[in-house]
């Protein structure tokens, strides 16, 4: 018995320094090609794709620092125009540029908003490949229905894995894809 309780505090032990040392990787449900690459080729007829521009509502204010494309955006600062979506999404991001740090990934986290409640973490995708230039589009996928909900939105809630850096990310080019087509 004394040895059996000596191997779980050594596993505890490991799995403690691995997480403190953040050697652990996880994994989301809705994240295509988990370790592969996200690049992504934008077919401007495709259907179902559109740019997200700034164009308010009809009554609303024109959203800030937004206009088809991103300037500016660190960590948790913004939130994307909404649009009606509350099924298959695609966000697509051509042409990352950073300022303040080196920044080779981007987390990309959709949510749904969800009229009178909390709104709905969706999950998050991490973009790499728009970094390469400007030409160059990174895709993050999620494929999931949410009851009441009926409008999207996405923010950036970590630079390189970090909630905490003074970096921001520019995007050349926003667009969103509501179709599986």
Known sequence: MPHARARRTSLLALLTAATLAGATTSAHADTPRPGGSDLYTVKPNEKGLFPLYSTPEAGQVQPLNWDGSLSGWGPGNFESRHWEDNDYT??????????????????LKLWQEVPYSFDKDLG??????????????????????????????????????????????????????????
């Open 90 to 107: 695609e966000v697509l991001f051509t042409g990352c540029t950073y300022v303040g740090a080196t920044v080779t990934s981007l987390m």
């Open 124 to 181: 998050v995708n991490t973009l790499t490949g728009c970094f390469r230039g400007p030409t160059y589009t990174s895709q993050g996928v999620w494929n999931v229905h949410v009851d009441g909900g009926t409008k999207r939105y996405f923010t950036i809630p970590a630079l390189n894995g970090s909630v905490y850096t003074r970096a921001t990310v520019s995007v050349g080019t926003v667009y969103v894809d509501t179709t599986a087509d």
